[in-house]
């Protein structure tokens, strides 16, 4: 291994904000503590490597890492900046899901998911969504995975009310998410923002829509921040070939991934867990 993109999403520090929200960040493993990123970049750090920006990524042949976090959760502003100042890094990038900024927010539907989960139950939930019942969550979670992905902006939009969430829960809901003014905050700040997609739905599922999601997401980011989008991160990670022609007629010059194609303008990045599992990948 040469370079590494390391990717982030809910950090928590030890305010248990998170854990509170769903109990199943924890069981799929997309929550470390701060302490966790300063682990993963000493580690890095005494073998040489420097951190740099996505561009200098790109075009430096090794001994180099960048750190990335995913879909705009207010934890990325409240914890982790003040963290990325501490460890001198100012060309991190930040992920953003544009409909998470509005006002009548709209919720990852994976985020909806594990809260009815979390504050109701498994057979409830699966029951609301039309799925067979299972009892083993990681099955039925496997299950959510592919119904979510597969959804349509529509269903997307209906989510909430198919799982008879009210108004002021919503409310809550919107409080795990940056706002508007954090985002220009990072990038005043030198982060480096990227494009998520408008609803977080994988885009290889119901192409029709992907790619005026691909554009509008670019212009709304564009327009609040006054500079140009040039990055656009694959939610879940999955693309092909239609979705990579999509990005560069939309005006993406780079693509964040997690399994690379050997095109050079998708960038494969890897998974960060608290086990630290990529640095025995790394060692080896």
């Not at 561009?55 to 990335?68: M, N, Q, T």
């Not at 990038?187 to 599922?205: K, M, N, P």
């Not at 921040?225 to 560069?248: A, H, K, M």
Request: proline share 3%.
């Amino acid at each position: 291994m040469k370079k590494i993109v390391l990717m982030y999403h809910r950090v928590e520090d030890g305010n248990k904000k998170v854990s509170n929200f769903s109990t199943i960040y924890k069981f799929k493993r997309t929550v470390v503590s701060p302490q966790i990123i300063q682990r993963d970049v000493e580690f890095l750090r005494n073998r040489g490597w420097l951190h740099v920006g996505l561009s200098d990524f790109k075009h430096a042949e090794k001994g180099v890492f960048h750190l990335s976090f995913d879909d705009g959760y207010i934890d990325h502003i409240e914890t982790v900046v003040p963290l990325l100042r501490k460890l001198k890094i100012k060309q991190a990038s930040f992920s953003i899901t544009t409909s998470v900024l509005e006002n009548n927010v709209l919720p990852l539907p994976l985020d909806l998911i594990y809260f009815h989960i979390s504050h109701g139950s498994l057979k409830t939930t699966l029951r609301q969504l039309n799925l067979p019942e299972e009892q083993k969550l990681s099955r039925a979670l496997e299950k959510i995975k592919i119904l979510t992905n597969e959804m349509t902006p529509r269903e997307i939009r209906i989510l909430s009310k198919n799982l008879k969430i009210d108004s002021a829960t919503l409310k809550e809901i919107k409080k795990q998410y940056m706002r508007k003014e954090d985002v220009v905050s990072l990038a005043e700040q030198g982060f480096e923002i990227c494009s998520h997609g408008v609803t977080h739905r994988d885009l290889t599922a119901n192409v029709k829509y992907s790619y005026k999601e691909l554009k509008e997401s670019k212009e709304y980011l564009a327009n609040l921040i006054g500079e140009q989008i040039n990055v656009f991160s694959f939610p879940d990670g999955q693309y092909n070939t239609e979705i990579l022609r999509f990005c560069n007629k939309a005006g993406y010059k780079t693509m964040l991934a997690i399994e690379g194609n050997g095109d050079s303008q998708v960038l494969p990045r890897v998974f960060a867990t608290s086990e630290g599992l990529w640095q025995n990948k790394f060692i080896n």
